[in-house]
């Protein structure tokens, strides 16, 4: 027997969990819309769309999970190696406040320059865009599900919300532009009479 | 048996003194909420959204004829231009009797995300500029753009080359993959449409990391070290207050500009390049004729030299001056170092030119 992949296996329970949300839907939603009468009847019937996001989430957690582990990794092995530097470079523990002095600049310059060195290098560079970005995917996750709460209680979510920001935003320039062509007309206007005057 | 420690005593005492400054801090120094950043006494004299236009009042009999508006930077607020009496870049432009005005971008809000560049440069800026020409009465006027505040500046001036006299550009963001610091390797490596599309705006927190990535051990252990061994140093803690308020006051940027300014400055490197464009109009930084004075601090870790120093070469202008300066970022414009040295010698370029 072929073993599964954790691909396999999420991909199962994705569908299983997908087929009796969709069963349990179909089943209850006529005697159910006999009984609803309010907003949760929307909630209802969006519940499918809720556990989609949730499935997606632990999907999108697991690839996270990859990259916060690289970025913890990253920074907890730039700190040995600073430390080694430390232990090397002022073996002995300070016992006045110069030597104290010392060693504190010491510990400080080497692990700033050891993290900077990090924080600049590709491999950091490529590992923290992916990390963001996957946290950007479980925000849009979260957003979606909002939307769908927000939608059950006959709210505007958060896309409807951005084309009316978008709208104003196209409105107040196309009003800027218009009173500057108007500002120039009335300028012209005055230099004509002046002209006009003289 | 003799109990002796190999401790020096004076260690033992600096520990116990250090600890004993923690607790008096609070009775001996202010909450930052109860500090109040603004210095130079100001009108406010336009406001159109959620940006200001200040004009600061003259504190000289006279004032030389042409203006001078100061584009500040996109990241925190204009405080730092004028944290405080003995370090204040405009007081001390005001005191070399210069008409200065600032434009403050204000906190955008989830609803000003589809503010670009073209809203930041021929809106905002423009609308200030056309503002300040009308009560100088004057066809021209000086501008100085600091850090991102110099991109907008820059892109504006090649579209408006008419309306400005002098151009300062003090660390200005220019040229993005020339840039050595870390901020430059995050932008390159972020998938900003996506940020922009789920979140928005740019958030504060995220402006937050990227200063926590900047000496993280200096700038997050040492700092806060000295600030309470020096707790009965008011002065020192006066100015350490002050600019941490500073630190901590991040709006967010508008997403559309966000966007624009990572893929077209850091990602795609497209001013230097004379390929950017803005609101459907071609940026050619040989536009840029007028007498231009840039300004670099050798020890910034934000806008690394590199970055700024290619302006100088990419100009139309035959009247420039490149100027380099032993500091850093904020160094160069809040410092002794900017009273004694950085606003003298700009005065005195910008003296012959007003």
Redesign the interface.
Known sequence: MESQSPKDITDYYKHLSLFWTDIIHLMASKPQALTSIGPMRAFASNSKKISTELIQINENLMEFNKFVTEYYKQLSETWSEAQKKVNMKAPDV????EQ?ESF?RI??DI??ND??EL????K???N??KL??KE??L??HW?NISNVILQSANLPSKEE??EV??E??AL??RV?KLEIELKKKRDAKSEGNIKNEK | MKNES???P??IE?MIKFGKNIIDAPKLVSAPDEISLEVTPHDVVQEI?KTRLLHYRSLTEKQYKTPLLISYALINRYHILDIQPEKSWVRNLLLQGFDIYMLDWGSPT??D???DFD?YVN?YLDSSVEFIKDEASTEKISLQGYCTGATIATAYITLHPESVKNYIATAPVIDGWRD?T?IS??A????VD??VE???NMPPEFMYYCFS?L????QG??KYVNFFKNIENKKFVDNFLRVEKWLGDTPPIPGALFRQWIKDIYQDNLLIQNKMYVGGSHIDLKKIDMPLFTQIAVGDHLVSPECSMPLHYAVGSEDKTLKMYPTGHVGMIASSLSQNKVLPELGKWLAERS
């Open positions: 300070p016992h006045d406040t104290m504190k510990w400080i692990f700033d993290y900077t924080f600049d290098s590709e950091f560079g490529e923290y865009g963001v970005s950007l995917e925000t849009k957003n919300i951005d920001y978008k104003i935003h107040k320039k800027t | 190999k401790f020096d004076k260690l600096e959204d989830s609803m995300k589809y503010l809203d809106g050595t870390v390797n995050l390159k490596h972020m998938d996506k940020m789920i979140i928005g990535v000496k993280p051990f200096e252990i040492e």
